[in-house]
């Protein structure tokens, strides 16, 4: 059964920067997607950033580029992801999601696969 376990949010000034972890387990196939999403109150869900388990290629949401980055380490697993420069537009509950048999636009466009519990960033002074 595959699990996804968040970790990383909390409180955070602008301007500041947090990471977030996703550790996955119980995946069936060797190549997937895992991805960050997030939706913030009143808003629309949106996908953040995915990447890819086999070639490494990434999608990026255009209002987090330059700023947000998304890595993985296959050996533990897990994705993480670098958020700097944050603004207070970027409070949301962040979910990590992975799927398999979608590339990495295709799964943050259409936000696809199976969502973890989701973690709460706030961005605020």
């Known amino acids: 059964q595959l699990q996804l376990v968040e970790s990383g949010g909390g409180l955070v000034q602008p301007g500041g920067s947090l990471r977030l972890s996703c550790a996955a387990s119980?995946?069936?196939?060797?190549?997937?997607?895992i991805g960050w999403f997030r939706q913030a109150p009143g808003k629309e869900r949106e996908g953040v950033s995915c990447?890819?388990?086999?070639?490494?290629?990434?999608y990026y949401l255009d209002s987090v580029k330059g700023r947000f980055t998304i890595s993985r380490d296959n050996a533990k697993n897990t994705v993480y992801l670098q958020m700097n420069s944050l603004k207070p537009e970027d409070t949301a509950v962040y979910y990590c999601?992975?799927?398999?048999?979608?590339?990495?636009?295709?799964?943050?466009?259409?936000?696809?696969?199976?969502w973890g519990q989701g973690t709460q960033v706030t961005v605020s002074s």
């Open positions: 990447i890819s388990s086999s070639d490494g290629s990434t």
């Open positions: 999601a992975a799927a398999g048999g979608t590339t990495v636009q295709a799964m943050c466009d259409m936000l696809l696969g199976y």
């Open positions: 119980g995946f069936t196939s060797s190549y997937y997607v």
